[in-house]
C-alpha cells in the first residue's frame, strides 16, 4: 500500500513539474517574464531528483535574462557547472555576459567547456543549433576585444554548423569579414544540402542570395558626357530670354521694360 502511495506520488509530482514548464514555456512567447521566472523557479524547486536538470536551469536563467537579472542568470549555471556540460545553459550564461559588457569572462566560461559538446553532430541539428549560437556569442565577445579574425572566424563555423543562422550571417556582412565574392563562395559551400530538404535548401539559398545582393555596395558610376549640369550663364541666358518676350508681349518699353530685364 504505501509503495502504490509513493508511486502515486512520483507520478502526480511528475504532471506537477512537466505543468510548470509548459506554464514557463508559454509565458516565455508571450513575453511576459515574471510569470515565466516563477513557474521556471518552481520547476527548478520541485524537481524530481535533489539537483535540477539542466533544461529547468536553462529555463530558470532564461527567464532572469529577460529581467535583466544578468549576473543572477549567470550564476544560475555556472554555480552549478552547467556551462561546461550543457550547451543551452552555456549559451544563456554567455548571453548574460555579453550583455552585463564581460567579454573576456564570456570566453573564460567557454573554455571551461568539455570540447566534445562543441562539435558539431551530423543527425542531431537540435543541437547544431545550439552550437550555433554559443559560436555566435563568442563572436560578439571576440569583437568586444578588436580579435576580428577569429570572430569571423566563429561565425563561419556557427553558419556551417546551423546554415539556418541568418544571425551569423547577418554579423559577417555587417563587420564587412569578406569580400563581395568571398561572400558568395562561402554561401555556396554551406553543407545545406546535409541539414534540410531539397525544397527548404533552395529556399534558403535564395534568401540569402536576395540578402547578398540587396546589400552589395554599388558599383561606381560611370560619366554620361550628355547630361551636364546647367551653368549659370546658361539659366541667366534663359531667364532673361523669357523676361525679354514677356516684356514686347505687353507693350512696355524705357525705364520699366530695362528694370524688368535682368542683365
Not at 167 to 173: P, Q, T, Y
Not at 209 to 219: I, Q, T
Not at 231 to 245: A, F, P, R, S
Amino acid at each position: 500500500m504505501a509503495k502504490a502511495e509513493s508511486t502515486a506520488r512520483t507520478n502526480v509530482d511528475c504532471l506537477n513539474v512537466d505543468f510548470m514548464r509548459s506554464l514557463v514555456k508559454q509565458y516565455s512567447e508571450l513575453g511576459q517574464w515574471t510569470s515565466a521566472f516563477f513557474w521556471a523557479d518552481a520547476a527548478a524547486a520541485s524537481s524530481e531528483s535533489a539537483v535540477a536538470s539542466g533544461d529547468d536551469i536553462w529555463l530558470l536563467a532564461s527567464a532572469m535574462l529577460a529581467r535583466g537579472e544578468l549576473h543572477r542568470a549567470a550564476h544560475a549555471v555556472t554555480s552549478r557547472g552547467l556551462h561546461r556540460r550543457h550547451l543551452l545553459c552555456l549559451g544563456v550564461a554567455m548571453r548574460a555576459y555579453i550583455a552585463a559588457k564581460e567579454p573576456a569572462t564570456t570566453l573564460s566560461i567557454l573554455e571551461e567547456c568539455e570540447p566534445s559538446l562543441l562539435e558539431p553532430r551530423s543527425m542531431d541539428q537540435t543541437h547544431n543549433r545550439a552550437l550555433a549560437g554559443v559560436l555566435v556569442w563568442q563572436a560578439r565577445a571576440l569583437s568586444s576585444l578588436e580579435r576580428r579574425e577569429a570572430a569571423a572566424e566563429a561565425l563561419t563555423a556557427a553558419l556551417r554548423a546551423d546554415c539556418a543562422c541568418y544571425e551569423a550571417l547577418d554579423l559577417l556582412l555587417e563587420q564587412h569579414a569578406l569580400t563581395p565574392s568571398q561572400e558568395s563562395e562561402l554561401i555556396e559551400s554551406l553543407p545545406i544540402n546535409n541539414q534540410m530538404s531539397a525544397s527548404e535548401a533552395a529556399l534558403l539559398r535564395a534568401a540569402y542570395r536576395e540578402r547578398l545582393r540587396r546589400y552589395a555596395p554599388l558599383p561606381p558610376a560611370e560619366p554620361d558626357d550628355t547630361v551636364r549640369a546647367p551653368t549659370y550663364t546658361h539659366t541667366h541666358t534663359y531667364i532673361q530670354g523669357k523676361v525679354q518676350k514677356f516684356v514686347e508681349w505687353r507693350g512696355w518699353s524705357g525705364d520699366m521694360g530695362a528694370r524688368l530685364v535682368p542683365y
